[in-house]
């Protein structure tokens, strides 16, 4: 009887070592397969993180018939490019779940954020409904001086309705001023309380009459400087947009967030070029972006990260919208243009833009910064 059990009790450590066998062998087995599989393309998710562009759409006013101006967009446009979005699988985030994925470094696929300036009745009489249908977030940035003040701007109550059904408001100063011009026989000292004003009474006003929270500034015109920005964080923003005309890629700097302008003839063919572009990577750029200088002859360029990934019979400039005719250095991988006289640099805010074609892929590769010459 004993031996019977013993033999039993074999049979079964027997079984269940072949079953632990078997289970270590198909354990090792889809670890291989796990391995070689990540061996294949070791850099993918890299790449894609890397690679990740996050546009900030710029829209202004709308309109359901013929377009007055280059900024009053047709409404039925308006809800094709959102269409795009949707149809293409794009995450339209607001501005502060992009603040959020900025801090935490993790960011959904394809994000899109969209933003509306300046305050016009026209964002809630046709863009919110359309925005509320497509259950899409969206940031108006308004200039406190120019609302309830006619029937063509925003009321408080439909800005605070608006922000009940998850618009979020940002800053967009007092007035509307260009920030960085000074007034005839303003101090220094004169000119910066000014400014400051502009930039920390508006978001006072804006959470005093609408109960939210307002994290960010954009700045009128997309103008700024050192001064601007110090202000800016100083009054408790906590991002500073521009209109840079540039996607941003990471890593992003939340006090230089790049804007694209959407005007009326944005046709669904460029509104999918706006979103594909991607950024083009350099060591350096000049004159440093924000800087205000007072040389008329500087040498407006940047220094590329990697030129082996672009087609460099593409490369173009543009300054303040003009094309140039640039420069490539090979050895230092410097693409310039220094202007001679008499056509020097005017005294006034420019947007220098390089872009480029991606070797690999044909896209369009941008960057694009601002300086100002006094």
């Not at 291989?32 to 894609?48: C, G, K, N, Q, W």
């Not at 900025?102 to 026209?122: A, C, H, L, R």
């Not at 480029?356 to 601002?370: F, H, I, M």
């Given at each position: 009887?004993?031996?019977?059990?013993?033999?039993?009790?074999?049979?079964?450590?027997?079984?269940?070592?072949?079953?632990?066998?078997?289970?270590?062998?198909?354990?090792?087995?889809?670890?291989?397969?796990?391995?070689?599989?990540?061996?294949?393309?070791?850099?993918?998710?890299?790449?894609?993180?890397h690679?990740?562009?996050?546009?900030?759409?710029?829209?202004?006013?709308?309109?359901?018939?013929?377009?007055?101006?280059?900024?009053?967009?047709?409404?039925?446009?308006?809800?094709?490019?959102?269409?795009?979005?949707?149809?293409?699988?794009?995450?339209?985030?607001?501005?502060?779940?992009?603040?959020?994925?900025?801090?935490?470094?993790?960011?959904?696929?394809?994000?899109?954020?969209?933003?509306?300036?300046?305050?016009?009745?026209?964002?809630?009489?046709?863009?919110?409904?359309?925005?509320?249908?497509?259950?899409?977030?969206a940031?108006?940035?308004?200039?406190?001086?120019?609302?309830?003040?006619?029937?063509?701007?925003?009321?408080?109550?439909?800005?605070?309705?608006?922000?009940?059904?998850?618009?979020?408001?940002?800053?967009?100063?007092?007035?509307?001023?260009?920030?960085?011009?000074?007034?005839?026989?303003?101090?220094?000292s004169?000119?910066?309380?000014?400014?400051?004003?502009?930039?920390?009474?508006?978001?006072?006003?804006?959470?005093?009459?609408?109960?939210?929270?307002?994290?960010?500034?954009?700045?009128?015109?997309?103008?700024?400087?050192?001064?601007?920005?110090?202000l800016?964080?100083?009054a408790?923003?906590?991002?500073?947009?521009?209109?840079?005309?540039?996607?941003?890629?990471?890593?992003i700097?939340?006090?230089?967030?790049?804007?694209?302008?959407?005007?009326?003839?944005?046709?669904?063919?460029?509104?999918?070029?706006?979103?594909?572009?991607?950024?083009?990577?350099?060591?350096?750029?000049?004159?440093?972006?924000?800087?205000?200088?007072?040389?008329?002859?500087?040498t407006?360029?940047?220094?590329?990260?990697?030129?082996?990934?672009?087609?460099?019979?593409s490369?173009?400039?543009?300054?303040?919208?003009?094309?140039?005719?640039?420069?490539?250095?090979?050895?230092?991988?410097?693409?310039?243009?220094?202007?001679?006289?008499?056509?020097?640099?005017?005294?006034?805010?420019?947007?220098?833009?390089?872009?480029?074609?991606?070797?690999?892929?044909?896209?369009?590769?941008?960057?694009?910064?601002?300086?100002?010459?006094?």
């Amino acid at each position: 009887m004993k031996d019977k059990k013993k033999s039993c009790l074999q049979r079964l450590m027997i079984g269940n070592k072949n079953t632990r066998l078997a289970f270590i062998s198909l354990t090792l087995i889809v670890l291989f397969i796990t391995v070689s599989l990540a061996a294949e393309s070791p850099d993918v998710s890299e790449y894609r993180y890397h690679e990740l562009t996050i546009p900030i759409l710029t829209y202004h006013k709308f309109c359901s018939g013929e377009s007055p101006d280059e900024y009053t967009i047709n409404i039925a446009q308006f809800r094709e490019h959102l269409d795009y979005l949707k149809n293409n699988d794009y995450r339209v985030i607001s501005l502060t779940r992009l603040l959020e994925c900025i801090e935490n470094n993790f960011f959904p696929e394809k994000p899109v954020v969209i933003t509306i300036d300046d305050g016009f009745k026209s964002v809630y009489s046709l863009a919110f409904p359309i925005l509320k249908e497509y259950n899409y977030p969206a940031t108006l940035y308004l200039y406190t001086d120019f609302v309830g003040n006619n029937s063509n701007q925003l009321t408080w109550s439909e800005i605070k309705e608006m922000i009940a059904e998850g618009i979020e408001i940002g800053s967009h100063s007092l007035s509307h001023t260009n920030l960085l011009n000074m007034k005839k026989g303003e101090s220094r000292s004169d000119y910066l309380n000014r400014i400051n004003k502009e930039i920390s009474l508006s978001k006072t006003i804006l959470e005093r009459n609408t109960a939210s929270q307002v994290l960010s500034f954009a700045y009128p015109y997309g103008v700024y400087s050192e001064d601007i920005k110090v202000l800016a964080k100083e009054a408790g923003y906590k991002a500073l947009l521009n209109v840079n005309s540039m996607n941003n890629s990471i890593p992003i700097n939340a006090y230089a967030l790049n804007r694209q302008i959407i005007g009326s003839d944005c046709s669904v063919a460029q509104f999918q070029a706006i979103l594909r572009e991607k950024t083009l990577a350099v060591n350096d750029i000049f004159p440093p972006d924000g800087i205000i200088i007072d040389n008329q002859s500087s040498t407006v360029g940047a220094v590329l990260n990697n030129p082996a990934n672009i087609e460099l019979n593409s490369l173009y400039m543009r300054l303040g919208g003009a094309g140039l005719h640039c420069t490539y250095q090979p050895e230092q991988n410097k693409v310039s243009f220094t202007p001679v006289a008499p056509k020097l640099l005017q005294k006034r805010t420019w947007i220098a833009q390089i872009t480029a074609r991606d070797s690999e892929t044909g896209q369009r590769r941008k960057v694009a910064w601002l300086f100002t010459v006094r």
